[in-house]
């Protein structure tokens, strides 16, 4: 497993969700080197400036600070921003950083609802009793910020709550992580277009004993 392997199918899904006309625009991977020697796969562009997604103020003045400074590999139609990050050192994978940012308002479906209404493709995202709940799901390698249970090497963070960390399997692959979003948040998309995401890229299990035992996700 290597960088440009990770580019390669963050790359194929770009493509993919702009073929199917889910995309309102988008940044293609690249390949960062950092100081210290590791290699960064992440957004074209300013990849630096992502602290903000975890500052103390307003989930509106989050998402768009992230939309303004484009901090996002693309921005699905009805606004939802995705992240998608790994980071290697000579060792493999040191860590990974996939996350979903909701639209906190529909805009861009009250400027121009006709793009909208095709086949009642967004009536998963349309419903006003719909909450946007950001998604997070991060590994890190090291030993040292792991605490088993509390702090999984691989978790997943719901609503950006701080201590909200509910263990996973192991790291995920990009298209896991973008099938899951498709599958679950938009289902009518997903089914329409019979959209399948495979993926030939694996990582180990990092999940401890302790861990399977309380609820956690089975996907890697």
């Not at 493509?15 to 995309?23: A, E, F, H, P, T």
Request: hydrophobic letters at 35%; a negative charge; one cysteine or more.
């Amino acid at each position: 497993m290597n960088p440009k392997s990770i580019v390669k199918e963050v790359g194929s899904i770009t493509q993919k969700v702009i073929s199917l006309g889910l995309s309102m625009d988008q940044n293609f991977p690249q390949i960062k080197q950092n100081q210290n020697g590791t290699e960064v796969v992440g957004w074209g562009g300013d990849i630096t400036n992502i602290s903000i997604a975890l500052k103390n103020v307003s989930y509106g003045d989050i998402y768009n600070e992230l939309e303004r400074s484009r901090l996002f590999n693309f921005k699905f139609i009805d606004g939802g921003l995705v992240q998608i990050m790994y980071t290697f050192d000579n060792e493999g994978l040191l860590s990974h950083r996939l996350a979903f940012f909701p639209s906190h308002n529909l805009e861009s479906y009250q400027n121009d609802p006709e793009i909208y209404i095709k086949e009642d493709l967004y009536a998963d995202i349309l419903s006003k009793s719909i909450v946007p709940v950001p998604i997070r799901f991060d590994f890190n390698r090291s030993d040292e910020l792991h605490i088993n249970v509390e702090h999984a090497k691989s978790h997943v963070t719901f609503g950006q709550y701080k201590n909200c960390r509910i263990p996973v399997l192991g790291p995920l692959s990009p298209s896991s992580f973008i099938d899951f979003l498709l599958r679950n948040f938009y289902s009518t998309i997903h089914k329409t277009f019979s959209i399948n995401l495979d993926s030939d890229i694996k990582f180990d299990r990092t999940i401890t004993t302790a861990e399977e035992k309380i609820l956690h996700l089975n996907m890697a």
